[in-house]
C-alpha cells in the first residue's frame, strides 16, 4: 500500500448560472494513497501546472449536446494540466516520465483515460508550454488556421481575443505565411502586445470601439478573407458584413456568451450565402493525431525565437479560481497558467 498524502483539491461547489465567481468553487483538503490499485492501467500523477480555458465555463454549467460532460458538483475540476508520473499500471508510461493531459484541479491525481496524455519529450523548453503553446491551445491555433481556414500568402486575417493562448499564436502563423494581420484586445497593453511583440500589422481596443463595423472597414477597406473566431456575438455580426466573397471563419470558442444566461442573436447570417463564406467550428481533439507534426514545425520555431508565447503564471493551487475567473474579464495578459508544483 502506498504512503497517504495530503491533496489539496479545488472543488465545484454547484453548477453555475450566469458570471462565475470565485465562491462557486472552493479549495478541499483531503488525502490519498499514493499508489495505482492492482491490476489497473491508471497513473499516478503529481500535478505541476494547471491550465485556466475559457471552455471549462461551459462545463461548469448543466448543459446538454456540448462535446463535453459538465463537472461533477462537490467534485475537484478538471483541465489540461502537466504532471510527473509517480507510478504507472500503463506500460506506455514509466515513473519519472513527465505527460501532460486531462487531470484534476488537485496536487495528486489518478487517472483512468491514460490514452488522453501525451508524454513530453522536449525539456528544453518550459514546462508550462506544455498547457500552452506546446499543448492544448498550441494544437488549437494550429489545426484552426492551417486545416480549417487553409491560409494562402497575401491574404488578410483578423483575430479577436489575439493575446490569449490561442489567439497570440494564430496570429503569428499569419505572418509566417505572408499574410496582413489584425488582433483585437480588451486593453492598451495588450494592443501594444500584439503589435510589439507578436508582430501583428494593427490592433485594437474592442472596448474603446462604438462601431465595430465601421472599425473593421477602417483596418480591412477591401475585407477579410480569414476570421479566427474566439469571440461570438456582436464580432461576429460585425465581421460577417466585412468579409470577402469565399472567406473562410474558424469557430474556435465564443467566450463573449459563457457567462450569459440568455446568449446573444447573430443577425448577419444571410452574409454567408451572398458571400459564399464558409464557416466552420472544430474541436481539437479531433486534429490530435496531428500533434507529432505540430511538435516538428513549432519546437525549432521556438528555439530560433521566431515563435514567442507569453504566460500569466499565478502560483500555488489556491489561486487557481480567482485566476480562472478572471479569464472572462480579461485579467489575464498572455496564456493563463496555474504553477501548483515546481516539481
Known sequence: ???????????????????????????????????????????????????????????????????????????PIMGIGVAKVLESGDSNFQKGDLVWGMTGWEEYSVVTTTQTFFKIHDKDVPLSYYTGILGMPGMTAYAGFYEVCSPKKGETVFVSAASGAVGQLVGQFAKMMGCYVVGSAGSKEKVDLLKSKFGFDEAFNYKEEHDLDATLKRYFPDGIDIYFENVGGKMLDAVLVNMKV??????????????????????????????????????????????????????????????????????????????????????????????????
Open 246 to 343: 469565399h472567406g473562410r471563419i474558424s469557430m474556435c470558442g465564443m467566450i463573449s456568451q459563457y457567462n450569459l444566461e440568455q446568449t446573444e442573436g447573430v443577425h448577419n447570417l444571410f452574409c454567408l450565402i451572398s458571400k459564399r463564406i464558409r464557416m466552420e467550428g472544430f474541436v481539437v481533439t479531433d486534429y490530435y493525431h496531428l500533434y507529432p507534426k505540430y511538435l516538428e514545425m513549432i519546437i525549432p520555431q521556438i528555439k530560433a525565437g521566431k515563435i514567442v508565447y507569453v504566460e500569466d503564471v499565478a502560483e500555488g493551487l489556491e489561486s487557481a479560481p480567482s485566476a480562472l475567473v478572471g479569464l472572462f474579464s480579461g485579467r489575464n495578459v498572455g496564456k493563463q497558467v496555474v504553477m501548483v508544483s515546481s516539481e
Open 1 to 75: 500500500m502506498g504512503e497517504e498524502v495530503s491533496n489539496k483539491q479545488i472543488i465545484l461547489k454547484h453548477h453555475v448560472t450566469g458570471n462565475v465567481k470565485e465562491c462557486d468553487m472552493e479549495l478541499k483538503k483531503t488525502t490519498i494513497k499514493l499508489n495505482v490499485p492492482e491490476g489497473s492501467n491508471a497513473l499516478l500523477l503529481k500535478n505541476l501546472y494547471l491550465s485556466c480555458d475559457p471552455y471549462m465555463r461551459s462545463r461548469m454549467s448543466k448543459t446538454e449536446g456540448s462535446y463535453i460532460a459538465p463537472f461533477t458538483p462537490d467534485s
